[in-house]
């Protein structure tokens, strides 16, 4: 697979199984019983944001806030160091009697440099974190899925996930009050 498509592993049939429920409410009960089986490869899928969802899933909170807090203090110390070194070190001109390292003057540049490497670290770390851009995706190719950006509420459970048996989970699917379970393939 190419850098635009998700890796998938090799050996497996299929790519899993994706299940349809009614309502937001049926997704989100589905959610929390295949976290509560154990499953670990499998995704939730719906065409807004469903208050709950990532509770019912067991995702813990994102490190991307991390990643911006690391990339705005590195840019305003960078801004801080290259303005102090050209200021006291590289070209030092006394003006007005003010001192070579006047940090008061420094802080516009220092503030728009942190918050341009913040920016830059939401944008590149949402995209890495979420394994962006991918341009196909073996989910794509189900007629069902189709209605996930309308009025579908869906679970993926992925082939590679430890426990994953197609007719087991299929079975458990429907249990959990699927209105339709397909297999999906490469």
């Known amino acids: 697979m190419g850098l635009m498509q998700p890796s998938l592993p090799e050996g497996t ?3 899993g199984l994706l299940a349809q429920f009614r309502d937001p409410q049926a997704l989100t009960r589905a959610c929390e019983a295949v976290r509560d089986a154990g499953f670990t490869k499998w995704d939730a899928h719906a065409p807004f944001p469903v208050h709950g969802l990532d509770g019912a899933m067991g995702l813990r909170r994102s490190i991307l806030p991390g990643i911006i ?6 840019g305003a110390a960078g801004a801080l160091a290259l303005q102090g070194w050209t200021s006291a070190v590289d070209y030092p001109l006394v003006i007005s009697g003010k001192p070579l390292f006047s940090w008061q003057a420094f802080v516009p540049i220092i503030f728009e440099l942190a ?3 913040g920016a830059l670290a939401a944008v ?3 995209l890495g974190l979420n394994q962006l851009p991918a341009l196909y995706h ?3 190719a189900s007629r069902a899925f189709e209605k996930a950006s309308d009025d579908g509420f869906f ?4 082939a590679w996930d430890p426990k994953f048996d197609v007719d087991r989970n299929a079975a458990f699917l429907r249990e959990l009050g699927a209105t339709h379970v397909e297999v999906v393939a490469h």
């Open 13 to 15: 049939p299929c790519f």
């Open 69 to 74: 807090f690391v990339a705005a203090m590195a």
């Open 115 to 117: 918050v341009l490497c």
């Open 124 to 126: 590149f770390g949402m």
């Open 138 to 140: 073996p989910l794509f």
């Open 155 to 158: 679970i993926s459970i992925e």
